[in-house]
C-alpha cells in the first residue's frame, strides 16, 4: 500500500522556522517529481514548491528565498525547510507525487503567529 506521511509541522512565531518531512512507502519514488503543496484557512490549495528526481527546484514567488525543498531518494524522504516564516505562510501543508496517479499525504497543520 503505498503511503505518504507529513510531519514537522506545529507552532512558530514569525521569523521562526520549520521543517518538513514527508515519508513515502509502498513504492520508490525516485523517479518522479516531487511536490509540496500548501493550503491556507478559506483559500484554495497551492503549489509551494517540487523537486524533479535529478534535484532541479522550482518555488513560488513568496517562499523564493526562504524555503527548500530537498529529497533522499536512498530513504524515499521529501523535505522542506522553511526559515523566516511570516503569519502568511500558515496552512496545511501536503506532499505529493504524480506517478501513475497522484499520491497525496494527510498533512500537517503549520501555525505562524504570536
Not at 59 to 74: H, L, M, P
Request: glycine residues 14%; positive net charge; hydrophobic residues 30%.
Amino acid at each position: 500500500q503505498v503511503q505518504l506521511v507529513e510531519s514537522g509541522g506545529g507552532l512558530v512565531q514569525p521569523g521562526g522556522s520549520l521543517r518538513l518531512s514527508c515519508a513515502a512507502s509502498g513504492r520508490d519514488f525516485s523517479g518522479f517529481t516531487m511536490y509540496w503543496h500548501r493550503q491556507a484557512p478559506g483559500k484554495s490549495r497551492e503549489s509551494v514548491a517540487y523537486i524533479t528526481p535529478g534535484g532541479a527546484t522550482t518555488y513560488i514567488d513568496s517562499v523564493k528565498g526562504r524555503f527548500t525543498i530537498s529529497r533522499d531518494n536512498a530513504k524515499n524522504m521529501l523535505y522542506l525547510q522553511m526559515n523566516n516564516l511570516k503569519t502568511r505562510d500558515t496552512g496545511i501543508y501536503y506532499c505529493q507525487v504524480v506517478a501513475e496517479k497522484g499520491y497525496w499525504g494527510q498533512g500537517t497543520q503549520v501555525t505562524v503567529s504570536q
